[in-house]
């Protein structure tokens, strides 16, 4: 109402609310939203002149390596990444060491997030044989985002490749379950196809039909299963082909690596720095994908942020470990992508902010609404910049994107009303909660 006192004012922004995009202010009390337009005083005012204010972004897949070595990454300097680049929370994956299986995993992760994750949070936890039978438990663990299912090797010990095992886990519990779709039998088969001292033969090993191979099994089981999945980092256009298909019971995610990057140039350029699982592709695949992104099939851009060492990364091809970071330049990445017109500001927002709350049950998350949670990603849409070394905060310390000019940028990074980066400088404290979602929340629960 005209008069009324809030925390935070956002003035003068561009606002990408659910139904247009207009310039409005917003107010911001406890934490939440509290009005959007009109009149107001407010103990802090954050002038937007010139900037777009999007939903915060959540990217639903990243690694941050802990508990581990510590290395590569922690959650401190993962988070820390993650909101310089824009992004509000994130979904963290369980293939540390040692993994997130067990209910104790679970609940040592969230004592080690707490004060020290500067963004929101929720983790996966890793489907194995053993805990097949108790994935129904623990997917209703206060926060966590779900089960992983890993159906090839890549980083860590968690590997499930046989079906029944696959269908044991499917049939406990009811969450989205997230999968990595290789298929383990035909990598074993295909090992003799990696060239030693040559990463570009990394995609000729884990060829597109390893990908289509799994992702045809894992739908299969959860038609037979009724279970709802969610596969990640798709890299072929015949798996999105085939799962436009399928959308009522699988959702999918496509990352900016494989959007952006192709095997002509990636492997010559950046050798074993290019090195992912599933791998960056050629370009005719790159293409496939932003087809299938304009037919509306990928319901998720998420970073699958894979650090690891420069160290690490230096040894000879196939002794260096596959995977790149990726979380502090989702956003710029895809506002890239936007200023060239691949695909719409509105877009990225479903797939960034309203998708993985759609998919996932997230509670006052995904949109700029009265009542949600005062969660922003701020941005200057036509800043045109260089992705430069020492911008990055991930602990691995390189990014393959380096030197890369793109046009738009991250400006401010807000979460439940408090600026946790502005301008490149993080002015406060970490300020990270666990996500609450729709499966795992009880309404005496809900702050």
Not at 61 to 70: D, I, K, L
Not at 112 to 121: I, L, S
Not at 207 to 227: H, Q, S, Y
Request: glycine share 10%; net charge negative; charged share 25%.
């Amino acid at each position: 109402m005209p008069g009324t006192s809030y925390d935070l004012v956002l003035k003068n922004g561009t606002v990408a609310l659910p139904d247009q995009t207009v310039t409005v202010d917003v107010f911001v009390r406890d934490g939440r939203i509290a009005r959007i337009g009109g009149t107001g005083s407010a103990d802090r005012t954050l002038d937007c002149t010139g900037l777009t204010i999007l939903p915060g972004v959540i990217d639903t897949q990243v690694h941050f390596r802990e508990p581990g070595p510590g290395d590569a990454e922690d959650l401190e300097s993962g988070s820390r990444a993650a909101v310089l680049g824009g992004v509000t929370g994130v979904f963290e994956m369980p293939n540390t060491r040692p993994p997130t299986d067990t209910p104790e995993a679970v609940a040592d992760k969230l004592a080690r997030a707490r004060g020290r994750m500067w963004c929101e949070h929720a983790f996966y936890v890793g489907a194995t044989t053993d805990n097949a039978e108790q994935c129904g438990e623990l997917e209703k663990l206060p926060g966590t985002a779900g089960i992983k299912i890993f159906m090839g090797s890549s980083t860590g010990s968690l590997l499930v490749s046989d079906d029944r095992i696959l269908e044991r886990v499917l049939r406990s519990g009811s969450r989205r379950v997230a999968i990595h779709a290789e298929d383990e039998d035909r990598l074993l088969e295909r090992v003799g196809h990696r060239v030693a001292g040559d990463p570009s033969s990394h995609p000729v090993w884990r060829d597109e039909e390893t990908a289509m191979r799994a992702t045809r099994r894992i739908v299969a089981l959860a038609r037979r299963t009724g279970r709802r999945i969610h596969v990640l980092h798709v890299t072929t256009p015949a798996e999105l082909e085939f799962l436009s298909a399928n959308k009522d019971i699988a959702s999918c995610e496509v990352t900016p690596q494989h959007l952006t990057l192709a095997a002509e140039e990636a492997y010559p350029e950046l050798g074993t720095l290019a090195q992912m699982n599933p791998p960056i592709r050629n370009r005719t695949a790159r293409e496939g994908l932003w087809y299938w992104m304009g037919q509306g099939v990928p319901d998720i851009i998420g970073s699958d942020h894979a650090p690891h060492t420069m160290t690490a990364k230096e040894r000879s091809y196939p002794d260096s470990p596959s995977g790149m970071p990726g979380v502090q330049t989702l956003l710029p990445l895809m506002l890239d992508h936007v200023a060239q017109g691949r695909l719409t500001l509105r877009k990225v927002v479903d797939m960034t902010s309203a998708g993985p709350q759609r998919l996932f049950g997230l509670v006052r998350k995904g949109r700029i609404a009265v009542g949600y949670d005062a969660d922003f990603s701020i941005v200057d849409l036509e800043a045109r910049w260089e992705i430069r070394q020492d911008w990055l905060a991930s602990r691995c310390g390189w990014s393959p994107f380096v030197g890369r000019t793109l046009t738009g940028r991250p400006v401010g990074t807000i979460i439940r009303g408090n600026t946790v980066m502005w301008e490149g400088e993080l002015p406060g404290t970490a300020v990270g909660e666990p996500f609450r979602f729709d499966a795992t929340d009880r309404p005496q629960d809900v702050r």
